[in-house]
């Protein structure tokens, strides 16, 4: 079994929603761990769209059925700078996860002038 999602952020976006919204937006979306690797940056708006959009994909790959909601901050990106992401996922949205019955995931990240982009697989093992 596999799915697939994939999303793109314009930056800019990202960088409108910081600017309004503050720590409020941070504190709905992302981990603490998430906005401490981002802000270690010179400029920490690719990064959170980079995330944003990983956190897009993953919420299209569950394929959720009406009335089933996840919480990005319970999808998280682990990992350091240049090196494998790992995307770990908590609460409700990892039961929504093992419900569907992937076993692991696989996600690629990418960041450019004015978009960022994320593409997530979910697959299940082979026993």
Not at 12 to 34: A, M, N, P, S, Y
Not at 90 to 112: C, D, N, P, Q, Y
Request: hydrophobic share 35%; charged share 30%.
């Amino acid at each position: 079994m596999l799915s697939v999602g994939n999303d793109i952020v314009e930056n800019e976006r990202i960088r409108e929603l910081l600017q309004k919204h503050g720590d409020r937006f941070l504190k709905r979306v992302f981990t603490d761990d998430e906005v401490e690797y981002c802000h270690k940056h010179k400029d920490p708006v690719p990064f959170l769209a980079g995330r944003f959009a990983c956190k897009e994909a993953v919420i299209k790959a569950l394929n959720l059925e009406p009335g089933q909601v996840a919480d990005m901050r319970e999808i998280e990106l682990a990992g350091t700078n240049f090196g494998k992401k790992t995307l770990v996922i908590h609460g409700k949205t990892e039961k929504f996860f093992r419900e569907k019955g992937f076993t692991g995931s696989s996600v690629s990240i990418s960041h450019a002038d004015h978009y960022s982009t994320a593409v997530v697989v979910f697959f299940k093992e082979p026993k």
